[in-house]
Nanobody, 125 residues
């Protein structure tokens, strides 16, 4: 089991940037695969990005390719989602999630065992 806490959300204008952090405790972070999901009001939870425990496998949703970058620092037990050129459609609660194993593509939220509490990202027009 790993406990995850997100931070870094906030209000930003269209075209701006934010970096979300996901700090882990419990199970060693370097042994779990990590993904980011988001859920907009009234919408289904949506996959955003994935990074394997070694960082060797990365996968992005088409909607964020070229704008978002997923990374991790296992020594600090922290994952990051760097978001650039934000758009109003990016407005959502963003969650990090951890999985011992993953499918390919790693986009199914039901395959993740542990979730953070979420952090709100609001992009104004």
């Amino acid at each position: 089991q790993v406990q995850l806490v997100e931070s870094g959300g906030g209000l930003v204008q269209t075209g701006g940037s934010l970096r979300l952090s996901c700090t882990a405790s419990g199970r060693a972070f370097n042994t779990v695969n990590m993904a980011w999901f988001r859920q907009a009001l009234g919408k289904e939870r949506e996959f955003v990005a994935f990074i394997s425990w070694t960082g060797g496998n990365i996968f992005y949703a088409d909607s964020v390719k070229g704008r978002f970058t997923v990374s991790r620092d296992n020594a600090q037990s922290t994952g990051y989602l760097t978001m650039n050129n934000l758009k109003p459609d990016d407005t959502a609660v963003y969650y990090c999630a951890a999985a011992i194993q993953y499918n390919w593509p790693p986009t199914d939220p039901s395959t993740y065992e542990d979730w953070g509490q979420g952090t709100q990202v609001t992009v104004s027009s």
